[in-house]
């Protein structure tokens, strides 16, 4: 079955520091993979999305993936990091290949320290 | 950029009463509309599929008597929660799809239910 594991709860860098939020992806064929961020009690808003191509896609908010085919994984990353992007992040694959229907890792929340 | 509203943000109801969250294309048909629900420090759960003109396809474990969806047109979907209970308690969130192969999602900014 697909499913979406990201290893970090909770991660707290510093304003201005590099980082890298972990996604792994289990799925039988080549999947749609998307990262997406949530300010508490609102929505999701879509940073970035693979569906093929580039193994490295370009996002919004200066942020970037790398699909890693070998080691199944689509890590998230920011050179340096803004006060404003403490958030939870979802990494999310689409089922069946549609990419209406997604399944959705349980976050990694971001804390950004002055 | 193509928006979707929910209404409402946040709700209060009583155990026992019925409550409508509405879900709005605003600027775009969608064909198909999902709702989510997320339980405190867990991830989005997709609970249904709804398609416009059609019943909604639900997913497992989801009791759809209770989570009543309505897709009467292309730019609005509506769960009902029925006879809500504290345990109905959660945050809920929408998303749209629109009419073209491979359209992107959209999500509402979900409503925050909170059952006393």
Same mark, same amino acid.
């Given at each position: 079955?697909?499913?979406?594991?990201?290893?970090?709860?909770h991660i707290t860098v510093s304003e201005g520091a590099s980082l890298e939020l972990?996604?792994?992806?289990?799925?039988?064929?080549?999947?749609?993979?998307?990262?997406?961020v949530?300010s508490p009690?609102?929505?999701?808003?879509?940073?970035?999305?693979?569906?093929?191509?580039?193994?490295?896609?370009?996002?919004?908010k200066g942020f970037?993936?790398?699909?890693?085919?070998?080691?199944?994984?689509?890590?998230?990353?920011k050179p340096s990091v803004h006060w404003s992007d403490a958030a939870e992040y979802?990494?999310?694959?689409?089922?069946?290949?549609?990419?209406?229907?997604?399944?959705?890792?349980?976050?990694t929340k971001l804390s950004v320290k002055p | +950029?193509?928006?979707?509203?929910? =209404?409402?943000?946040? %709700?209060?109801?009583?155990?026992?009463?019925?409550?409508?969250?509405?879900?709005?294309?605003?600027?775009?048909?969608?064909?198909?509309?999902?709702?989510?629900?997320?339980?405190?420090?867990?991830?989005?759960?997709?609970?249904?599929?709804?398609? $416009? +003109?059609?019943?909604?396809?639900? $997913?497992?474990?989801?009791?759809?008597?209770?989570?009543?969806?309505? =897709?009467?047109?292309?730019?609005?979907?509506?769960?009902?929660?029925?006879?809500? =209970?504290?345990?109905?308690?959660?945050?809920?969130?929408?998303?749209?799809? +629109?009419?073209?192969?491979?359209?992107?999602? =959209?999500?509402?900014? +979900?409503?925050?239910?909170? %059952?006393?």
């Open positions: 079955a697909q499913s979406v594991t990201q290893p970090d709860i972990r996604c792994n992806y289990s799925y039988g064929a080549t999947p749609y993979l998307f990262w997406y949530q009690g609102q929505g999701l808003q879509l940073l970035l999305k693979y569906f093929s191509g580039d193994t490295l896609v370009q996002g919004i970037e993936a790398e699909f890693k085919r070998s080691q199944s994984s689509f890590n998230l990353r979802f990494c999310a694959v689409a089922h069946g290949g549609s990419q209406g229907n997604l399944i959705f890792g349980k976050g | +950029g193509a928006v979707v509203s929910q =209404h409402p943000s946040r %709700v209060i109801c009583k155990s026992g009463t019925s409550v409508k969250i509405e879900c709005r294309s605003l600027d775009f048909q969608a064909t198909t509309m999902f709702w989510y629900r997320q339980f405190p420090k867990k991830s989005l759960m997709l609970m249904a599929t709804s398609n $416009e +003109g059609s019943k909604a396809t639900y $997913e497992q474990g989801v009791e759809k008597d209770k989570f009543l969806i309505n =897709h009467a047109s292309l730019t609005l979907s509506t769960l009902t929660v029925t006879s809500a =209970h504290p345990e109905d308690s959660s945050f809920y969130i929408c998303s749209a799809r +629109g009419t073209r192969q491979n359209s992107p999602l =959209h999500f509402g900014n +979900g409503t925050r239910l909170t %059952v006393t």
